[in-house]
């Protein structure tokens, strides 16, 4: 009877006090999200129902790296089985005979096998393999963790295999699932060979082994909101409540006031919860191009610099003095934000769906509303303003490609036409682009498609603007693209730069503008498919780059793929293809920015990457950026003569036969023979 | 009492080839107008610098205050000369001292100013100015007033190389409340600016290895301007980035912009393309660079850098 | 201290500028704040974060000056004032130098800063119409610009990267050449606010009488288009180049 008296004092404060530490810290951060700033998030239920199987019982994204998914998987479900165990060793004290039954009771054993196999395959990658992606994770706590677990799992052991024991001599009653424990019946017989089962031993067993359960069950409730594993917690709600609307709307709702981000007000109760259910895995900083290209910025440095610096104003109370540093500038330095291409690879790798592009693009707002902008970047923003583009050229200008082709090009302000065709700033004004430009207007035109441009009407859509900081000008180009494209009477759109189709397409939803924005690659697959566009296979072996806000953030991964199937094109993908693309580093603004800091340039690992290919000679590219990204890094690393870039609407032009285009010219590259498959 | 009258500069000594332009072209006019030239100089070197000039008088103002260049003592000395001394037509040269003195002298003698004259001439009965407007743009053909100040673009006409003999005056300085707290020479040590470098000589992929800077360097010093270059020689780590020149380096306006072994690439040009004077070297006759340099050649830049570097630096002696 | 930065609008050259009858339509055309103007704001705009010296912003009324005065207040001009007297775009120089002048006899400020040149300056820079007006002291394509109690302190530019430092007593006007930092960015969101808050004031002025130029014309001078190519003889080509510098005098002699 004491024996039970006291478990049962103990449990019952360990309960009392762990849930009152861990509730009042629950409650402070609740205190936080509540002044935050609103997101809706409450929609879609049925959708989010799903992505939480998808996303927590099928661990998707984790698996994306199996040897992490699995040890994962093992750990995380060991905390599901851990319940059961937790009933059944308090019902056993508190309920006098209580047992789980002959069923549940051997899955705890089962799982604590598995849980074991998890900590050493965590250990094993933490001390032997030792991921890039730890580097700047908080290692100690992690061990701290692992070492908690453990504890438990040998705790429960223990304590079951006392249990035959104490319930026999101690609270007098059968014990049913006592062989279903096996491995606590298995360490049992030790325990009788040392004879250690008399009333007095197996007391001192049981508690021994209830303390390392229960006592470090609680104990880890009560430690856990202020560690990083409060993602045990806040994972699942924080994919619950997952962005589900368009991934590629960085802005849901018109801005009043202000997008920028100076305090943690400022941000979304989402960001904050994003906060604390990062688990410091790096899988978002391993994919990261300014990263990788050895800029001052991992994703989750900035998840975790800003939560660190919460719990710290928690802690001494300060979270809403404001003479704290801001967060743009001061607990997340300038460099780090203006660092950022907003590829969004990091979203896309983060299996607790934290949001990281909204954060940094709400900070640089707050850098730029202080004036704190790149030189370059601040002439192209001042150039947006003033002329609707980055060249800074005069607006009348931007149709200026259209003039020596003798190919009627319609003015959709002034008559109806079939398709309308939103050309975008590089492939307007960048002189190597409007090559290309005039390759797609011949080829449209070869396809007998009614189409026509906005001419001086259309501006900079605004994309890389509003991923600047810069709302308001990203508002005033968008006002001025839906005035002109509501004046035009058109049956499809389309547009030729995956930056500005993103902004059609996502951002310009709140403004009232919807319309099934097409990206060229769909257009001609459509045309194509119709029969209107008569095409030969040009039969050669290239790899297909896919432009970020193609393929990752508007998930238009296929149609490119498609076409370049109808084309004839043996395609060879790089590792990193698809939805993990890797950034040629020129989004987010970083393409007008000065490249201090950077060590080896995306764009040139991409074409490392390419380069490792066997028997690809192509690079092929389906945005405007890309073509002078792409180019210019073969330019600097000297191989012109190992890989080439093309732009989609090159291999078109081969393919249709238009005359004059440079046939000869792709097919003989790189003059040797054994590329033409 | 001239009718002309040049503000003179003068520099080791010698009157500026920019002051020699004033006194040919004040000749000519006063020649064609029966009017007479005078040029006023600052400083102990004025005397003999202007002896021989071709002006019908000299007056040099000699002052501890007018040693270095005191745009106050200047300007205060001009007024006061001017008023007692009436002038038709008061010619600066388009410097520092013309920016700074023009507009101001011809408000307080209370008559008109033109600026950035490119020539002046006599055209039936009217004396006409052209000027240099909107960045050099536009021209505009203005007819002199009666009375003008007029600022001339340094090189926009040659010196004749004529003498004279005027009669030599001195006047003095008048005082000012502006003081020269200190002159700074020009910083040859440190990491240059290229953004105000007057000459650039700028590298591409052209120069090939980076032993070949050396060439460019010695180029640069016989030219006395300043190596830039294009992105793939700061990528190849062959140049530092605070020399590279484009959209993702500086942006430059030099006075002359000497392209070596550069393709011309849209974010090359976005860096450079409005300097004054544009110069481009490369072997490819069809690079985009050709499109705005204002001169260009296809010789081979490691032939043609050592050339022009032995054909300077025999000029200079 | 009090600052008084003159500002003006020009036309933009990035426009294709089209000349029509010997004239140029200023009325079709864009205008955008001289970019030198702009310089003399941040330096005037930087000492008032020094100092606390207030910053007034003066334009005169010749058109949509209004978007250029919320610009500066955005950025953090504390007045801006505009100088209305049904002036055309035509106004000269010397025209506004006289006004401005005029304007800011009657205000007192310590310093007067403006931008060392514009593009369309064809009678003479404001900075120095404005000084040899008010007859105060005045230095122009400086930079620098240290105010004391009494006096300021700047740095002149000279041919060959010489320079020199001058103290002025105040009051004085300066033409600036390049701020120390480039002109800060002002967000079109802080702009549009600033619309809606603050105000420019308006001063009604009379126009001078003095007589301005008689311009002629005004015409393109030939463009170059390509470069004008001298062949690949090494020998042939430096001399070529040597001349080309001679002519333009880029020698040192
Ligand atoms: C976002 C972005 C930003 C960029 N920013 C910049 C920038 O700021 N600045 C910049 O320069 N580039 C920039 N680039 C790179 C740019 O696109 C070009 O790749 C680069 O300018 C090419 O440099 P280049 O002309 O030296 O090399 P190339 O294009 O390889 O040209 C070398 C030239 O030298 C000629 N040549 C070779 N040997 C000789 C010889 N012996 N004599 C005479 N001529 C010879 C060749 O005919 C060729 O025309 C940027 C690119 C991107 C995508
Ligand atoms: S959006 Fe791309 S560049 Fe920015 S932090 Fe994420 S991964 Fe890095
Ligand atoms: S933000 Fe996501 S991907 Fe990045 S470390 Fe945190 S949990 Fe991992």
Redesign the pocket.
């Known amino acids: 009877m004491a024996l039970r008296g006291w478990l049962m004092a103990i449990t019952v404060a360990l309960i009392v006090v762990s849930l009152g530490l861990f509730l009042r810290r629950l409650n402070t951060i609740f205190q936080v999200m509540r002044k935050a700033r609103p997101a809706r998030r409450g929609d879609h239920l049925g959708e989010r129902f799903k992505s939480l199987f998808t996303n927590v019982v099928l661990h998707r994204r984790m698996f994306r790296i199996t040897y992490s998914g699995v040890l994962h998987y093992f750990i995380f479900s060991g905390f599901v089985v851990l319940l059961i165990d937790i009933v059944e060793t308090i019902g056993e004290v508190f309920f006098p005979g209580f047992t789980v039954g002959r069923i549940l009771a051997p899955l705890v054993d089962i799982w604590v096998i598995l849980v074991a196999i998890g900590i050493v395959l965590a250990l094993y990658q933490r001390i032997i393999i030792r991921p890039a992606r730890f580097h700047g994770s908080d290692e100690k706590d992690a061990y701290l963790i692992l070492g908690m677990i453990g504890a438990i799992i040998t705790g429960i052991v223990i304590h079951d295999s006392f249990y035959p024991f104490v319930a026999r001599e101690v609270f007098h009653v059968a014990d049913p699932v006592a062989r279903s424990h096996f491995l606590g019946y298995a360490l049992s017989g030790l325990w009788r060979a040392l004879g250690w089962t008399g009333p007095r031993a197996a007391s001192i067993g049981y508690t021994v082994g209830y303390l390392m359960d229960l006592g470090v069950v609680f104990a880890f409730l009560a430690y856990l909101p202020y560690s990083k594993h409060l993602h045990i917690f806040a994972a699942v709600p924080n994919i619950f409540v997952r962005n589900l609307g368009p991934k590629g709307e960085l802005v849901p709702q018109p801005i009043e006031d202000s997008m920028a981000i100076r305090t943690f007000q400022d941000l979304t109760w989402k960001d904050i919860h994003d906060l604390y259910t990062c688990t410091e895995c790096g899988r ?1 900083q391993a ?5 990788a290209a050895g800029q001052p ?3 989750k440095m ?1 998840i975790l610099e800003l939560r660190d610096a919460l719990n710290e104003r928690i802690a001494w109370g300060t979270v809403n003095d404001p003479t704290q540093p801001a967060l743009a500038g001061g607990v997340v330095s300038a460099a780090e934000l203006w ?9 896309e790798a983060c299996p607790v769906f934290i949001e ?2 909204p954060k ?1 693009a709400g900070m640089r707002a707050a850098l730029l509303e202080d004036g704190n902008v790149d030189a370059n970047a601040q002439k192209v923003l001042v150039s947006w303003d003033r002329q609707g583009n980055s060249f800074g050229q005069a607006a009348r200008k931007r149709s200026a490609w259209a003039k020596n082709i003798d190919v009627p090009i319609k003015d959709a302000r002034k008559e109806a036409v079939d398709w309308l065709w939103f050309v975008g700033d590089f492939a307007a004004l960048d002189p190597r682009v409007q090559r290309l430009t005039q390759l797609i207007a011949r080829l449209l035109h070869h396809a007998g498609v009614d189409f026509g441009i906005l001419f001086e009407s259309e501006v900079n859509a605004g994309n890389e603007a509003l991923r600047l900081g810069e709302y308001g000008l990203f508002e005033t180009l968008a006002q001025k693209n839906i005035k002109a494209l509501n004046q035009a009477q058109y049956r499809h759109i389309f547009t030729t730069d995956p930056h500005s189709l993103n902004a059609l397409k996502n951002e310009y939803r709140k403004f009232g503008f919807h319309a099934e924005v097409m990206h060229y690659t769909e257009a001609f697959l459509t045309l194509i498919d119709r029969g209107q566009l008569a095409v030969e296979p040009v039969g050669l072996t290239a790899t297909y780059h896919d432009p970020c806000y193609l393929g990752r953030w508007n998930g238009i991964t296929e149609a490119p793929r498609q076409l370049l199937q109808r084309l004839g094109v043996n395609l060879v993908e790089m590792p990193r293809h698809g939805a993990q693309s890797f ?1 040629c580093g020129a989004g ?1 603004g970083r393409i007008w920015m000065d490249e201090t800091g950077i060590e080896d340039r995306p764009a040139n690992q991409r074409i490392r990457e390419a380069l490792a290919l066997p028997d690809v000679r192509f690079f092929v590219v389906a945005c405007p950026k890309d073509v002078s990204m792409f180019s210019a890094s073969v330019t600097a690393m000297g191989v012109e003569d190992r890989l080439r870039v093309v732009d989609m609407a090159e291999l078109l032009a081969v393919a249709v036969g238009l005359p004059d285009v440079a046939e000869s010219d792709l097919r003989s590259f790189p003059n040797e023979a054994g590329i033409l498959s | 009492m001239a009718d002309i009258v040049v503000v003179g500069e003068i520099q080791n000594g010698v009157v500026t080839d920019a002051t020699q332009e004033l006194l040919t072209r004040a000749r000519d006019l006063a020649t064609a107008r029966s009017r007479s030239v005078a040029v006023l100089a600052f400083g102990k070197d004025a005397e003999a610098a202007v002896k021989t000039a071709d002006a019908d008088e000299a007056v040099v103002v000699v002052d501890q205050a007018v040693e270095e260049y005191n745009p106050g003592v200047y300007e205060a000395t001009l007024v006061t000369w001017l008023t007692e001394n009436p002038a038709l037509l008061i010619l600066l040269s388009n410097t520092t001292m013309g920016m700074d003195l023009g507009a101001a002298l011809a408000a307080r003698l209370q008559i008109a100013m033109i600026a950035y004259c490119t020539d002046l001439r006599i055209e039936g009965s009217s004396e006409l100015a052209t000027c240099q407007i909107y960045g050099g743009k536009l021209a505009a053909e203005v007819e002199l007033p009666d009375r003008a100040v007029v600022t001339v673009i340094p090189g926009s006409w040659a010196a004749s190389g004529r003498s004279g003999i005027p009669m030599v005056h001195r006047f003095n300085a008048q005082p000012s409340p502006i003081s020269v707290v200190k002159v700074i020479e020009p910083d040859a040590s440190g990491d240059v600016d290229i953004t105000r470098a007057d000459i650039l000589v700028s590298v591409g992929r052209g120069i090939q290895d980076p032993d070949n800077l050396e060439l460019a360097d010695e180029l640069a010093q016989a030219i006395g301007g300043v190596v830039s270059c294009s992105r793939p020689v700061v990528d190849a780590g062959w140049l530092p980035r605070s020399r590279q020149v484009g959209k993702s380096g500086q942006t430059v306006k030099p006075k002359l912009y000497l392209a070596l072994g550069i393709s011309g690439a849209p974010e090359h040009l976005q860096g450079m393309k409005d300097a004054e004077l544009i110069v481009a070297v490369n072997s490819d006759e069809n690079a985009p660079i050709f499109d705005v340099a204002h001169y260009g050649a296809t010789a081979d830049i490691l032939d043609l850098m050592p050339a022009l570097t032995e054909k300077l630096n025999g000029r200079n002696g | 201290m009090r600052i008084a930065v003159l500002m003006k609008d020009v036309p933009d050259l990035v426009e294709e500028l089209e000349v029509e009858d010997g004239a140029l339509p200023l009325d079709d055309m864009s205008f955008v704040p001289s970019e030198w103007d702009d310089q003399a704001l941040e330096e005037a705009l930087l000492i008032k974060e020094e100092t606390g010296a207030d910053v007034t912003v003066v334009a005169i009324d010749t058109g949509e000056v209004d978007g250029l005065m919320f610009t500066a207040l955005a950025k953090g001009a504390d007045r801006a004032v505009k100088l209305a007297g049904g002036f055309s775009r035509r106004l000269a120089n010397r025209q506004r130098g006289a006004v401005l002048a005029q304007y800011c006899q009657t205000q007192g400020f310590d310093l007067v800063m403006t931008g060392v040149q514009a593009i369309d300056d064809l009678d003479g820079q404001i900075a120095g119409w404005v000084a040899g007006n008010l007859e105060v002291g005045h230095a122009s394509v400086v930079r620098d610009v240290r105010a004391g109690a009494d006096t300021v302190k700047v740095v002149q530019e000279y041919s060959g990267g010489k320079m020199a430092e001058l103290e002025l007593p105040l009051p004085a006007v300066l033409g600036i050449q390049a701020a120390r930092k480039p002109p800060r960015y002002v967000t079109v969101a802080k702009v549009r606010q600033l619309q809606k808050t603050a105000s420019v004031e308006t001063v009604d002025v009379s126009e001078p009488t003095a007589p301005t130029l008689s311009v002629r014309k005004i015409y393109k001078p030939e463009a170059a288009g390509h470069a004008q190519m001298w062949g690949d003889d090494v020998d042939e080509v430096s001399e070529k180049i040597v001349n080309l510098l001679e002519d333009k005098k880029l020698l040192r002699s």
Do not use: D, E, K, R
């Not at chain 1, 994919?287 to 990263?291: F, G, I, L, Q």
């Not at chain 1, 660092?339 to 979203?347: I, L, Y």
């Open positions: 978002c994919v990261c191009p300014a990263y910025l991992s994703p900035v660092a950022c291409t907003t590829c969004g690879a990091c979203q990281h592009v940094i950034c987010g």
